[in-house]
């Protein structure tokens, strides 16, 4: 496992920034592609969501990764989903802390018998880029332990 692999922030044409960040895997992109996407893969490394995804659609979404950092459950929140184009590419928008709106995208290409994930967080006016990234990263990092079966990283390990 990569613990910690950083990410690069974008400079949009906006003005706004995005976060990018890397992942590699060993394995299928279809399990990557599950390990993103189904409820009960979601819920060993960020959360788990009730209701039927796809383009245009809505599942609520309940955050319970924040458990292992010291942190508590969220309330369900309302996902959109903007993009899903299995085994490849999945983008939502999902309601963030302050009021706002995340947009996220996940994109897999597969290599061989591996996988690539790139992961993009477009960040709102304000939002420093180096607090998000470090969630971003931990999570990711939780991401590839749990398909690799290792043990979670610890959240101290990222602040």
């Known amino acids: ?4 692999q950083p ?3 974008r400079h949009n044409d906006d003005g ?4 990018v960040l890397h992942r590699t895997f060993a394995d299928p992109i279809e399990d990557v592609w599950a390990a993103i996407t189904e409820s009960d893969r979601l819920a060993r490394w960020i ?10 659609g809505t599942v609520e979404f309940t955050t319970t990764g924040e458990l292992d950092a010291g942190g508590e459950v969220d309330e369900p929140a309302t996902v959109q989903i903007v993009e899903c184009s299995p085994p490849h590419r999945l983008v939502v928008d999902m309601p963030s802390y302050d009021g706002g709106v995340w947009h996220l995208a996940a994109t897999l290409s597969g290599h061989g018998s591996g ?5 993009e967080q477009r960040l709102t006016a304000g ?4 607090d998000i990234e470090a ?3 931990w999570y990711l990092d939780r991401l590839v332990a749990s398909i690799a079966d290792e043990p979670m990283p610890a959240w101290d390990d990222y602040t």
């Open 135 to 137: 969630g971003w990263r």
């Open 7 to 9: 990410g690069e922030v």
């Open 127 to 130: 939002v420093p880029a180096g």
């Open 115 to 119: 996988t690539t994930l790139v992961f």
């Open 1 to 4: 496992m990569v613990t910690g």
């Open 47 to 56: 959360g788990h969501y009730e209701g039927t995804g796809g383009t245009g």
């Open 16 to 19: 706004t920034e995005t976060i």
